[in-house]
Nanobody, 114 residues
Framework: QVQLVESGGGLVQAGGSLRLSCAAS????????MHWYRQAPGKRRELVAT???????AYAVSVRGRFTISRDNAKNTLFLQMDSLKPEDTAMYYC????????WGQGTQVTVTS
């Protein structure tokens, strides 16, 4: 069972940047896909970005061009670089793995002020 721990959330003004990290308890090199999800209060959970084992990335339309998902296999860590943040990006952000998202982290809060 993979344990995932997110970090890097915080409070930022609109237009700013944050970099989220998701540290895994074991090697991620063989994990077929990892994801970033988010959930804002009163809203449904949303898939933000996915990165496959073959380094193919996919993004929600709402974040495309502003967010970048990446991984460092040597550090067993998944990242989400978030630029040009907007107030509507405010949410709890979670990483999940593998493709069917069996394992989840505890989340990290991102708050963007206008």
């Amino acid at each position: 069972q993979v344990q995932l721990v997110e970090s890097g959330g915080g409070l930022v003004q609109a237009g700013g940047s944050l970099r989220l990290s998701c540290a895994a308890s074991e090697s991620i090199e063989s994990i077929n896909a990892m994801h970033w999800y988010r959930q804002a209060p009163g809203k449904r959970r949303e898939l933000v970005a996915t990165l496959t084992q073959l380094e193919t990335a996919a993004y929600a339309v709402s974040v495309r061009g502003r967010f970048t998902i990446s991984r460092d296999n040597a550090k067993n860590t998944l990242f989400l670089q978030m630029d040009s943040l907007k107030p509507e990006d405010t949410a709890m952000y979670y990483c999940a793995a593998p493709l069917e998202a069996r394992y989840w982290g505890q989340g990290t809060q991102v708050t963007v002020t206008s």
